[in-house]
């Protein structure tokens, strides 16, 4: 009866090793590139290239254990599914909680981005092309994921191609800054590692995307090789694509520019004599903010059927399309808030608690991967370790309102996950 109610729960197979690669460079070469280096610089000047090779470092780690857990319980759900079978029910549920409500807000701070870019000034008309942004994106996943996937492999092209702008820009028609790179001019203190891994913590917010390749792992064919194959190789191109990006940014207006500049990227072409095309970045970014914010709506609608399959979430959101095989019902609920938060919520200081959100999310994905053994595809024991701490280091070195915010949103969850238990308990 109740599955006549709910419907199929099990997801097609459909995503091949170039799918799930070109997933997660939708997710993480976003709206993220084109505004990360701003706030990285001010944290920390020109070593904001140190930040991000920590970043890339942690993220290494956890793309490794997401990829020995995702190959090993290719279900929807990702860390939320690993912590409650290697850990326990409550990390597991706590993994979930935190990927939910962080990345719901990062969607709707993804739609914002794509209304500011496309209406610049217009407060009112760049909320409403959020909106509409949303409603768009979930009705084209609402019919399938393969329509998703060629999508998503559209945006990337067009985001490197925006790219290739920026860095061509900044080489061929910006002067040149050789001093920029410099990581400490002025001598090394504790003020300036303090910076690093402030810049790191949110230079990690634009590596994030991997792990949708893992949330997706329900879809993918044959996940126990696709899925450690395909996250490396994402992460890889990407880190490849920033630190270019990084260097040639630096390069024509240096750090001082990129940390006064909203709009970084847009900043670097404009200081050449190809300020002309300053508007072709600024349709670029808007287009990478789209395929971020398609990538997410994927992600966060999969944990929430897994936690709905869980009965930690209503169950009703555990049902998937009998034509088109996507969660439908958790799409659309995802979308609702998405679209209520767009039209109430100033976010552009969200970004913070959803980036200790999930680092929180991977510090339960490397505790989990710690716990393999020698014949479940274990790791080697340094890298969980080394990202358990990266994680709690990066997530705790963010702005204090983030730490606050962040870890407040994580106390919420367990709060409702115990009265949950206790009202099952005593009903």
């Known amino acids: 009866m109740a599955g006549s109610v709910l419907g199929p729960t099990s997801l097609s197979r459909r995503l091949g090793l170039l799918d799930a690669v070109v997933v997660g460079l939708g997710s993480m070469m976003g709206a993220g590139v084109f505004a990360a280096f701003g706030p ?7 070593a904001l290239l140190l930040g991000l090779a920590v970043a890339a470092v942690v993220a290494y780690c956890n793309a490794t254990s997401s990829a020995r857990l995702a190959a090993l319980y ?4 990702g860390t939320y599914v690993y912590g409650r079978r290697r850990l326990g029910d409550f990390w597991g549920y706590l993994a979930g909680w935190g990927f939910v409500v962080g990345k719901t807000s990062s969607c709707a701070a993804m739609a914002l981005t794509v209304g500011v870019y496309l209406a610049p000034g217009h407060p009112w008309l760049s909320r409403v092309l959020a909106v509409a942004a949303v409603v768009a994106l979930t009705v084209l996943s609402y019919h399938g994921i393969q329509k998703t996937a060629w999508l998503t492999r559209l945006v990337v092209v067009l985001t490197l191609l925006t790219l290739a702008l920026v860095v061509s820009a900044a080489l061929l028609a910006a002067p040149a800054r050789p001093g920029a790179l410099a990581l400490f001019p002025d001598g090394f203190s504790a003020a300036d590692l303090h910076g690093v891994l402030q810049a790191s913590g949110l230079l990690f917010f634009a590596f994030a995307g991997y792990a949708r390749i893992a949330t997706l792992g329900e879809e993918v064919r044959d996940p126990q090789r696709t899925i450690p194959r395909a996250i490396p190789l994402a992460l890889g191109i990407t880190l490849v694509i920033y630190a270019v990006v990084a260097v040639s940014a630096l390069l024509a207006v240096g750090p001082d520019g990129l940390a006064a500049a909203g709009a970084p990227l847009r900043a670097v072409v404009e200081a050449g004599s190809w300020a002309a095309a300053a508007p072709l970045v600024q349709a670029g970014a808007a287009v990478a903010a789209l395929g971020s914010l398609l990538a997410l709506v994927l ?12 009965r930690h979430l209503p169950a009703g959101l555990a049902a998937v399309h009998p034509r088109h095989q996507v969660p439908h019902r958790a799409e659309l609920a995802v979308a609702a808030v998405v679209v209520v938060l767009v ?10 608690f959803s980036s200790f959100a999930v680092l929180a999310y991977y510090a339960v994905a490397n505790a989990s991967a710690a716990t393999l053994g020698p014949d479940e595809g274990r790791p080697p024991r340094v890298v969980p370790v080394l990202g358990l701490l990266g994680c709690l280091v990066l997530a705790f070195t963010l702005p204090m309102g983030s730490v606050v915010a962040g870890a407040g949103v994580l106390v919420v969850g367990a709060l409702v996950r115990l009265v949950r238990r206790r009202t099952v308990a005593t009903g």
């Open 343 to 352: 039209c109430a919520v100033d976010l552009r200081e969200a970004i913070g």
């Open 40 to 46: 990285a610089a001010r944290s920390a000047g020109s």
């Open 74 to 77: 290719p279900e929807s759900g």
């Open 299 to 310: 992600g966060v609608s999969r944990t929430t059927l897994a936690m709905a399959r869980d």
